[in-house]
């Protein structure tokens, strides 16, 4: 009778669990569903370390509230030669560290072997600081090969266009440096600076521009290719190999193509104004997401001077350029109060209809702030992505927590559609706190 009487009891409870434990799960089906397409990012501590330095203001509050939320990839963090702060650059093990973190666009910086195939390095001859090839058979055929007898490191010069796809795939990847006072090519390959590491280049595996593109559509990310110029001191030319510029910016395009990528998920990027022009013309698909890498900084553009602006930004509009990508610096300026505000040239920029995206974050050492000195002249000096924190009255950038300062003007004043940076957990962190997807 009592055991009868404890199980007419339980059945109540019984059947709230049962029903309880059916609306939990499928509560998780629903909600690992509406993130099917979203795959996680692990930002890991480094922006809640910059947030922390931050001071107390709203930009610090905002950010803190996000620390426990889940954070998703996101087309505003692009992932600048994969995560190259801590990672060999343009190595799968580095575009992977970057997608984890978020990267939801990843670059590959294209460049060209011997016998024509495209591969990802960020220049044509920088084999010698970011691989191993010095120390292997292929260094005779460099450009300019390692010396033993006569140790020359500030003239070596090792080109991907002076070995062939097979030779290239035989090298390791390696943090990009090399030392400057080196007498043996051991030490050559040391270098790197006290504020990277060198903890994840025990591998380091070389990617073609056809292995990039098969790796960032496993792991769902989009694409954002840089052709690179030519280096004029190099043994091979493109005109050797390819014929014309026009046919190795068409080669480029030609391997998304084949791989079945949609021109809507490839950003394809160029210093050279006429590669964009030449797929405006040819490839009009591609070209509507082509980004003009603005380069004009080394020809004495004015970020505050939009006389200095040739093309302007209305003639680059008027010739199909859609999206225009300078470095940090060229779109802010530094107000006497010390506000952090749009360039001229961003301004111009807005108003002439192109959409901005910039480069790179987190590729300089500004724990001790911005500034560099000043120079013969007197004249304020700071960090190359900085420059624009020169103003006499007051230093805005102290520390390297005043990167998300930054980020926040480029993301909110500014309206930049996506930033590039080094380590992209950085800006993914900021993304997703500010619902930018």
């Known amino acids: 009778m009592r055991t009868t009487k404890i199980l007419v009891n339980l059945i109540p409870l019984l059947l709230v669990g049962f029903f309880s434990n059916a609306a939990v799960s499928e509560a998780n089906r629903e909600f690992n569903k509406s993130f099917k397409f979203k795959p996680t990012a692990q930002v890991g501590a480094r922006p809640q370390f910059l947030i922390d330095g931050l001071p107390n203001g709203k930009l610090k509050r905002t950010l803190q509230r ?8 996101t087309d505003f963090s692009i992932g600048h030669r994969g995560a190259p702060a801590q990672f ?7 575009y992977q560290a970057a997608a ?37 058979d292929l260094n005779n055929q460099c450009t300019v090969p390692w010396n033993a007898d006569a140790p020359n490191p ?17 090298l390791q990847g390696k943090m990009d440096s090399f030392d400057p006072n080196a007498t043996t090519a051991e030490e050559f390959l040391g270098g790197v600076a006290d504020w990277r590491t060198e903890y994840y280049d025990s591998r380091g595996q070389l990617m073609t521009h056809k292995e990039s593109i098969a790796l960032f559509k496993k792991l769902g990310r989009k694409f954002t290719p840089e052709l690179k110029g030519p280096d004029r001191d190099a043994n091979l030319q ?5 014929g014309s510029q026009e046919n190795y910016a068409q080669k480029m395009i030609d391997e998304y193509r084949e791989a079945g990528v949609s021109p809507r998920k490839v950003f394809p990027q160029s210093f050279n104004l006429n590669d964009i022009l030449y797929w405006i013309e040819n490839e009009p698909r591609f070209a509507k997401q082509a980004v003009f890498l603005d380069g004009r ?20 509009v008027s010739q199909g350029v859609e999206i225009i990508a300078p470095p940090i610096f060229m779109l802010l300026a530094v107000e006497d109060n010390g506000d952090i505000v749009p360039s001229v040239y961003a301004k111009e920029a807005k108003a002439a209809g192109l959409e901005i995206i910039t480069w790179s974050l987190e590729r300089s050492d500004i724990r001790q ?4 000195g000043v120079d013969g002249n007197g004249n304020i000096t700071a960090d190359f992505y900085y420059q624009f924190d020169v103003n006499p009255e007051i230093q805005t950038v102290n520390n390297d927590s005043d990167m998300y300062t930054v980020v926040d003007v480029l993301a909110q004043d500014v309206g930049v559609i996506g930033i590039f940076s080094d380590w992209p957990a950085t800006v993914t ?5 500010m619902n930018l997807r």
């Open 88 to 94: 060999p650059e343009h190595t799968k093990e580095s």
């Open 100 to 136: 984890t973190m978020g990267a939801g666009i990843l670059e590959c910086d294209v460049t060209f072997t011997s016998d024509g195939e495209l591969v990802c390095r960020h220049d044509q001859c920088d084999l010698h600081t970011t691989t191993n090839i010095i120390t292997t």
């Open 429 to 433: 962190y900021y993304a997703n706190c």
């Open 154 to 170: 500030g003239s070596v010069k090792c080109c991907a266009s002076d070995i062939t796809l097979a030779q290239f795939k035989t």
């Open 238 to 242: 493109i005109e050797d190999v390819f």
């Open 369 to 372: 702030g911005s500034r560099t």
């Open 297 to 316: 900084y080394a020809t004495g553009i004015d970020p505050n001077n939009a006389e200095t602006f040739s093309p302007s930004m209305e003639e680059l």
């Open 66 to 73: 996000c620390e426990n939320r889940r954070f998703v990839k």
